[in-house]
């Protein structure tokens, strides 16, 4: 047999009035595609400015194609890099008949036909492999977090008839005569001879042959016909949008959007429903009403049946308002979304959207109120900011005074007793450092950060406006502060107001200085600890080894990992302004997370910022007697193992 013999005849047992009728409705297909994807960019694109995509396609195409992110949740990366590879295959498959059997190119045949067909049979294996994945964990495993909709398993069983139809009409076409070198499209030739072992063989087959064609045409076209509907189209627009993704620290909140952006659009469309957010969200594990994936997806509804100019304070109605007051603005649900949707502005935006109507809890009003008239949020004299400092003769700066390190105490160092302690300790750490520095003292006011999260975004700038003037006024070279809620706020925040100051939290000030050996530290203690990540240092700016590398220095006991840290870490429940604002639901955050503390063994559970520490202090409520342990900031440690001069 010449190599010119090994191939095979397209569309050969196919009716010749029916191929163009198959063509017909191929294009149609995805004419009908093309043209609501088009409408849609245009209408959207329209609604604000689209950026250039170009410096991000290296990114996409990495992203597509090493699934890193995906891979994060083993089992089903695995199935989707199954089942995207398994896709690309067989596409290949059908782009090579094409253009064998309608362009003047010719290669389909000899040894190009054998290694194509081994190639196309086992990447159709692989995508039905990655298929059944999914089944599986839906139908079997049924994981928690996958939304039990009926729509939501289309595309998956829709493929998997693609994908079996095709195996079928391969088998039943080689089942005709069993030519030898069809052996290698293994997974066809297998199904063929079943097919001739149950009598399908000669002209059985090429009837088999025909209607399977027919099924495969339609189930095809079907696929086709429906990319641009929801679930579907994340096929189009994943990737895009995790090219759009924000590269903004992840704690660092967007400018009020009044109407959603050209990526918000495009991100809503994105959501494969897969529940990654739902799983990481800490009012989702403690039972409150938020779920992470039902604001993007009741986002998406209301651009549907409003159009992509729709406001975020028309959408509030959408939703009750315990579950926009319910996030902490940990930001966990941006990080784990494997198409990189930006779902923490959002949730901001609708607090907004709230604000605006004037509809929002007394507690947050309550915030408002004393952030404006007594420039804190907890409502407290800013005549009494300096009471926590009584006889320790704090050098407070002088009007119009240069400052070349200010030490910015914050509200919670300053009202909270928890934060208190934590201001004396680094007093401490200050003054036997002899290093000059400063405080602002009772005119130092809100950074705006509480305001912020909690929607009155006019509130947080001019409280803003109002800092960033004074401490221009001192020429204030660098900031230091213990608070990551603060150090989020002048680093990522006040830059974009014309506020831009060198920033430095707590931790790395005091890792710093360790290091460099102008802070010596002896160790002490034996007993274990383990470190609370704040979400506002770990996740949002990405900080987590300085303060592991002060506990190292300190503690001669073994330090322990939680299961959740880094930027892995669980949300102590404070942030968003969650602790004035308190939700109900069936547990509370901070028991979780000391729970979480108290199975490392530890017997200190450190963190590094203010309203953890009040948080996890609360928490210990929780924990049996011999389970609770002493809560301690960075600051409070390194204060205790100071080096005498």
């Known amino acids: 047999m010449s190599s010119a013999d090994v191939t095979r005849e397209i569309l050969g047992n196919v009716p010749g009035w029916l191929v163009p009728w198959f063509y017909g409705v191929i294009f149609a297909a995805y004419a009908s595609s093309a043209v609501i994807f088009v409408q849609r960019f245009r209408e959207r ?219 918000d659009l495009m991100q809503t469309d994105a959501c494969t429903t897969c529940g990654r957010c739902n799983e990481v969200c800490p009012a989702q594990a403690v039972g409150q009403p938020l779920a992470p994936r039902d604001i993007v997806l009741g986002i998406r509804q209301a651009v549907t049946e409003a159009g992509p100019s729709v406001s975020y304070a028309d959408q509030v109605g959408r939703f009750s308002h315990d579950v926009i007051w319910s996030c902490t603005t940990c930001g966990a649900c941006n990080q784990t979304c494997p198409v990189g949707i930006d779902v923490y502005d959002e949730i901001i935006d609708l607090r907004r959207g709230l604000v605006e109507q004037g509809t929002v809890p007394e507690a947050a009003e309550e915030l408002f109120e004393g952030t404006a008239a007594e420039f804190n949020p907890f409502h407290r004299d800013n005549d009494e900011r300096m009471d926590w400092a009584q006889g320790l003769g704090l050098p407070v700066a002088r009007d119009g005074e240069a400052i070349e390190l200010l030490y910015w105490v914050g509200c919670a160092g300053s009202f909270d007793p928890d934060g208190q302690s934590v201001s004396r300790a680094m007093v401490t750490i200050l003054d036997h450092l002899d290093i000059p520095y400063r405080i602002l003292g009772c005119r130092e006011r809100c950074t705006g950060d509480p305001a912020r999260r909690m929607g009155e ?148 559970l450190v963190t590094g910022c203010p309203f953890c520490k009040v948080m996890l202090e609360s928490g210990q409520q929780s924990l049996e007697d011999d389970q609770r342990m002493q809560v301690k900031d960075l600051a409070e440690l390194v204060a205790e193992r100071l080096t005498p001069r």
């Open 45 to 263: 694109r329209g609604a604000t400015t689209a950026p250039s995509d170009r410096a991000r396609v290296l990114d996409v195409i990495k992203y597509l194609t090493f699934h890193q992110k995906l891979l994060e949740d083993r089992f089903a990366g695995i199935a989707h890099l199954c089942t995207f590879y398994g896709f690309v295959a067989l596409f290949m498959g059908t782009s090579i008949v094409f253009l064998e059997h309608s362009t003047p190119l010719h290669f389909f045949y000899g040894a190009f036909y054998l290694w194509a067909s081994l190639f196309v049979d086992l990447g159709g294996l692989v995508f039905i492999v990655g298929l059944l994945m999914f089944l599986w964990q839906r139908y079997v495993s049924k994981r928690d977090r996958l939304l039990s909709r009926w729509w939501v398993a289309t595309l998956t069983w829709l493929l998997l008839a693609i994908a079996i139809s095709g195996f079928l009409l391969e088998g039943s076409r080689i089942a005709v005569d069993m030519p030898a070198f069809e052996s290698f499209s293994v997974v066809g030739y297998a199904i063929a001879g079943a097919l001739r072992f149950s009598g399908v063989e000669n002209e059985t087959a090429l009837l088999w042959h025909r209607a399977l064609w027919v099924g495969h045409a339609v189930v095809s076209s079907l696929f086709f016909a429906l990319l641009p509907w929801p679930l579907f189209s994340h096929m189009v627009y994943s990737g895009a949008s995790w090219g759009r993704r924000r590269t903004r620290p992840l704690a660092e909140l967007r400018t009020s959007a009044p109407v959603l952006t050209w990526i």
């Open 457 to 604: 975004e006019g509130l947080f700038q001019e409280r803003a406006r109002e800092n960033i003037d004074l401490l221009a006024s001192h020429s204030v070279r660098k900031v230091l502060t213990h608070c990551p809620h603060c150090y989020n706020t002048f680093k990522n925040e006040y830059p974009e107001l014309g506020g831009a100051f060198e920033v430095e939290h707590h931790s790395q000030f005091l890792d710093r200085l360790i290091a460099s050996g102008k802070l010596p530290v002896t160790e002490g203690g034996s007993q274990p600890l383990t470190f609370h990540d704040p979400c506002y240092l770990g996740r949002g700016n990405g900080e987590t080894e300085a303060p592991r590398r002060v506990i190292d220095a300190v503690a001669g006991g073994e330090r322990r990992e939680m299961a959740r840290h880094g930027r892995e870490s669980f949300c102590c429940g404070a942030g968003g302004g969650a602790m004035w604002l308190d939700v109900q639901g069936k547990d509370r955050v901070e028991n979780l997370r000391v729970k979480e503390a108290a199975e490392t063994g530890a017997r200190t």
